[in-house]
């Protein structure tokens, strides 16, 4: 069984930063993908960040959404993930989700394929 648990989500204004954590709880070592998600009111769900945890290198993956505004990592125990978020716009106005699975091939971003999920924390960008 794993946990995931997101934090750091609240209200920024247009061009603030938010720093996300999800914190993994459990038998994590069969992780070998974390990603994050995101659902805007009236909007499917669509992940735009994952890092590869199954080894040294941590490869990473973007949406070009959020290329160059954002930055996926995890801490050096490997039980924590993080989303740094820069230049917010009011589009990324939404509730994120931190998501993880095993397997490879990360970047695709498919929902189906995550078999953990955190509950979410609301970000809000205001004008």
């Known amino acids: 069984q794993v946990q995931l648990a997101e934090s750091g989500g609240g209200s920024v204004q247009t061009g603030g930063s938010l720093r996300l954590s999800c914190a993994a709880y459990?038998?994590?070592?069969?992780?070998?993908?974390m990603a994050w998600f995101r659902q805007a009111p009236g909007k499917e769900r669509e992940g735009f960040a994952a890092i590869y945890t199954g080894g040294d290198k941590r490869d990473t993956d973007y949406a070009d959404s959020v290329k160059g505004r954002f930055t996926i990592y995890q801490d050096n125990t490997k039980n924590t993930l993080y989303l740094q978020m820069n230049s917010l716009k009011p589009e990324d106005t939404a509730m994120y989700y931190c998501?993880?699975?095993?397997?490879?091939?990360?970047?695709?971003?498919?929902?189906?394929?995550?078999?953990?999920w955190g509950q979410g924390t609301q970000v809000t960008v205001s004008s």
């Open positions: 998501a993880a699975r095993s397997g490879s091939y990360c970047g695709r971003f498919l929902q189906y394929e995550y078999r953990y």
């Open positions: 459990g038998y994590t070592y069969m992780i070998t993908c």
